[in-house]
Nanobody, 126 residues
């Protein structure tokens, strides 16, 4: 049974930092690409970042480039999203997603992912 469980969200002031974690189970973790997406109220879900199984390929949306860092720990079956210099417009529910275990790249869009976590709320406000 595959499962993705996000944690680490919360309320933070502008300029602050949070680290999201995504604990994966039921996957061949070291062969699986992962992505982070977010959805703000009234908006469509958008891609934030992704990382390939070998870490050769990573992607960041322009809106988060230079502020967010994606990483993975194959020993812990966990993917992370370090978020620094947070802005109010980063407020959203953040979702972890897993793709199929093939290829050397990671997907940039929703339809490239087959498994999703339940989401973690991130609120950036003073």
């Amino acid at each position: 049974q595959v499962q993705l469980v996000e944690s680490g969200g919360g309320l933070v002031q502008p300029g602050g930092s949070l680290r999201l974690s995504c604990a994966a189970s039921g996957f061949t973790f070291d062969k699986t690409p992962f992505g982070w997406f977010r959805q703000a109220p009234g908006k469509e879900r958008e891609g934030v970042s992704c990382i390939s199984s070998s870490e050769i390929d990573t992607y960041y949306a322009d809106s988060v480039k230079g502020r967010f860092t994606i990483s993975r720990d194959n020993a812990k079956n966990t993917v992370y999203l370090q978020m620094n210099s947070l802005k109010p417009e980063d407020t959203a529910v953040y979702y972890c997603a897993a793709g199929l275990p093939y290829g050397s790249s990671c997907g940039r869009v929703i339809y490239e992912y087959d498994y999703w976590g339940q989401g973690s709320q991130v609120t950036v406000s003073s």
